[in-house]
């Protein structure tokens, strides 16, 4: 998996793959997708309609409201909405993240609950046809296997809206327990109000950067070569505030790549949880690196694989002012009793 610990650019392969007929045919199928979900930027009042128990026989319905703003990451073939859910029984934030894969054509959406951040639930896959979009996956409810199935209907007109529903026997047959209706507020989107409660670590972060980077070229290696570039990055905040998202992109020596991180705070744990996506391993969201801000400084660590070998990863970022901070990243192959940095970055706000 390509991921934003590991995105050593394979400059032997270059050549070849720029030749390759199906890289190419790959290419053109990312750029025709790239405005699938174009119609959904901006801002929404949503109105829900949810069935109180699923797959139980039920037919009591409840009704309430919310919002929703949508950003495109990935220059187009990604993208997020955060959303506010005002359920009877208690309002809570959640988001989807999407990302299309050039390989098998297909859109994965991935959907995350506020209140349970530790989780990304399993993907739904598919398509966006002419006025509708129908995405498909497996999950499970009260112990036992479902088939999930999201549409995505009259996506052109003033009012689309959204319906999701569970299949117990492997689609045979299908019931709706949720649907949405939207309607816009604003056709560019703006970051939905924060909690009061929310934690203040990545405030800094939100807005626009260029950034300045040093890699390794070869990790673990005893190498003191380092290879120099940028990249632009732009973070907003979602989940009022328990979490943000930035989407980055890279002018590397090998060529363009983007890239998105997500990054979710949990309460019960007191720490931040940072996912990565990478454009060029699109169908893939990295295992989270976990950790905290102490003393000005945030460090997070997780696991990863080199060479086929376990390796611990860090990030830290450090230097924190209103206009700049630092990035770096370090990887140790003896379970954290020794680091090798391989990455540094050092972050200027835009004007």
Do not use: C
């Not at 405005?35 to 901006?42: A, N, P, R, T």
């Not at 993240?97 to 297909?106: C, G, H, L, N, V």
């Not at 604003?186 to 970051?191: D, E, I, L, R, V």
């Amino acid at each position: 998996m390509m991921n934003r610990r590991d995105v050593m650019i394979a400059m032997a392969m270059a050549g070849a793959a720029a030749a390759s007929p199906s890289v190419l045919a790959n290419g053109k199928a990312a750029s025709a997708h790239a405005h699938d979900w174009d119609w959904l930027i901006g801002n929404w009042d949503v109105w829900h309609r949810r069935l109180k128990e699923r797959l139980a026989n039920n037919n009591d319905w409840q009704e309430f409201n919310g919002k929703s703003v949508f950003w495109t990451t990935l220059n187009g073939l990604g993208n997020v909405d955060d959303n506010v859910v005002e359920l009877p029984d208690g309002i809570y934030r959640g988001l989807s993240i999407r990302s299309f894969d050039p390989a098998t054509e297909q859109w994965a959406i991935w959907w995350m609950d506020g209140r349970y951040p530790t989780r990304l639930d399993p993907p739904v896959l598919g398509r966006i046809e002419a006025d509708t979009g129908t995405f498909i996956g497996k999950d499970t409810l009260r112990g036992k296997p479902v088939v999930v199935r999201f549409r995505w209907l009259d996506i052109h007109s003033k009012r689309p809206n959204w319906e999701q529903a569970f299949s117990p026997d492997d689609g045979k047959t299908w019931e709706v327990n949720w649907r949405n209706y939207f309607t816009r507020t604003s056709a560019k989107p703006t970051s939905l109000p924060r909690l009061d409660d929310a934690p203040r670590d990545f405030d800094f972060l939100v807005g626009s950067w260029r950034v300045s980077n040093r890699r390794l070229k070869q990790r673990l290696a005893g190498s003191t070569q380092w290879e120099e570039f940028d990249n632009t990055l732009t973070n907003w905040a979602v989940l009022g505030g328990f979490g943000n998202v930035a989407d980055n992109t890279f002018n590397a020596p090998g060529g363009t790549f983007h890239g998105v991180s997500l990054r979710a705070y949990d309460r019960d744990s007191k720490q931040w949880l940072s996912w990565w996506m990478d454009s060029r391993n699109p169908s893939q969201i990295s295992t989270p690196e976990r950790g905290s801000f102490k003393d000005g400084v945030g460090t997070f660590i997780g696991d990863d694989v080199h060479e086929g070998k376990p390796v611990k990863v860090r990030a830290q970022w450090s230097r924190i002012t209103p206009s700049s901070a630092r990035w770096e990243q370090a990887w140790s192959a003896d379970n954290g009793a020794t680091w090798e940095t391989n990455w540094v970055s050092e972050l200027t706000r835009k004007a």
